[in-house]
């Protein structure tokens, strides 16, 4: 009898020792795995893409790791938004991305960027760009963050049949004789931000910051056509909206990682 037990006892620790291998096993496969896809993502795939991508002629920078372009293209925004915009059409798109507008002048027209670990190839041929925009099936959007989409929907996030359906949806809408009617509510926008300028500046004449006034109008511009309302019975949900975007766009120029603040 006290045999049968030890044999008992020794194979019951036989088993508990297995399982714990079996349990540690399991633990380095999974741990070895997600190293890899981790590795694979921030660095293998990259370095991958990027040699394919200069292979084609296309020139950027390198890659560096996690960040990418992302760190400079932000310090780089910031810096051109600190200060006053100067009144020359050359200046608009050096102030809105500043390093877009620096890469497409050092590497050319066509080029590429990096967004964190995923290269952007950068068009601005004509021929290319219609080719990209016409060819929705072949040229696929690229997946962004998932806060991205809120505020990014509609016909410019959809793919293939789904986006083909909500552009023949919307394609009436925009018929030349339906922009026909809109410009009366575009007129009393205009003149309405105009004669609030007419009481704002005085005879001898004052400065004023024009900006919120063109932000204002594009928002009561589409209240007017869009829901017969204007600006101000909308003014918290445009704010909101506004709000949103901003914190969305500051949180684009950073690296996303789900569960993370």
């Not at 399982?19 to 741990?31: E, G, M, R």
């Not at 004023?208 to 949900?237: C, H, M």
Request: net charge positive.
């Amino acid at each position: 009898l006290k045999l049968g037990i030890i044999n008992i006892e020794n194979k019951m620790e036989i088993s508990y020792y297995n399982l714990k291998i079996a349990i540690f096993s399991f633990a380095i496969i999974f741990v070895l795995r997600w190293t890899w896809r981790i590795l694979n993502h921030v660095w293998f795939k990259p370095k991958k893409l990027e040699k394919q991508l200069r292979q084609q002629g296309l020139k950027g920078n390198s890659y560096k790791l996690l960040y990418g372009d992302m760190k400079e293209m932000k310090k780089m925004i910031e810096e051109a938004t600190s200060k006053p915009i100067n009144l020359s059409h050359d200046l608009i798109w050096p102030r809105i991305n500043p390093f877009i507008h620096k890469t497409i002048t050092n590497y050319g027209k066509n080029c590429f960027v990096w967004i964190g670990p995923k290269p952007a190839v950068l068009i601005t041929e004509p021929k290319l760009i219609r080719e990209v925009l016409t060819k929705n099936y072949v040229y696929q959007k690229a997946r962004g963050s998932p806060l991205s989409k809120l505020v990014i929907s509609g016909l410019a996030a959809h793919e293939k049949d789904k986006w083909a359906t909500h552009r023949r949806i919307l394609n009436p809408a925009f018929h030349l004789d339906k922009l026909k009617h809109m410009l009366p509510a575009f007129k009393l926008t205009i003149n309405e931000m105009l004669n609030t300028w007419k009481e704002v500046v005085s005879k001898d004449g004052t400065e004023i910051d024009v900006w919120p006034y063109l932000q204002t109008l594009t928002s009561d511009a589409i209240s007017r056509t869009a829901f017969g309302s204007n600006y101000e019975e909308g003014k918290k949900i445009f704010e909101l909206q506004k709000e949103q975007i901003e914190l969305i766009s500051k949180m684009a120029r950073s690296i996303y990682i789900p569960g993370w603040r």
